[in-house]
């Protein structure tokens, strides 16, 4: 049974940081592409970051890049996400995903979802 767990959300002032956990179980993790989504109250689920299997591809959602970074470690299985300088419009629950076949920013191709941690930003 695929399991993926999401860690370190919580409350935060605006331009501060926090970093996020996705512990993967049940796969074989160094196979799987692994993204990162978010979705606020009201709005379409977000597509954040996405790392390869290998760690070579790397992508970002626009509203992202240069504050947010992905990075994994095949031999615990874990995928994380660096996120500073927060804004309030980073406020959202966000998801880990898996993908045996895909990395990058389209929610459909991934196979596996996490329940997902709440991250809000106060101003």
């Known amino acids: 049974q695929v399991q993926l767990v999401e860690s370190g959300g919580g409350l935060v002032q605006a331009g501060g940081s926090l970093s996020l956990s996705c512990a993967a179980s049940g796969l074989t993790f160094s196979n799987y592409g692994m993204g990162w989504f978010r979705q606020a109250p009201g709005k379409e689920r977000e597509f954040v970051a996405a790392r390869s299997w290998s760690g070579a591809l790397i992508y970002y959602g626009d509203s992202v890049k240069g504050r947010f970074t992905i990075s994994r470690d095949n031999a615990k299985n874990t995928v994380y996400l660096q996120m500073n300088s927060l804004k309030p419009e980073d406020t959202a629950v966000y998801y880990c995903?898996?993908?045996?076949?895909?990395?990058?920013?389209?929610?459909?191709?991934?196979?596996?979802w996490g329940q997902g941690t709440q991250v809000t930003i106060s101003s």
């Open positions: 995903a898996a993908s045996s076949r895909y990395t990058g920013g389209d929610l459909r191709r991934y196979d596996y």
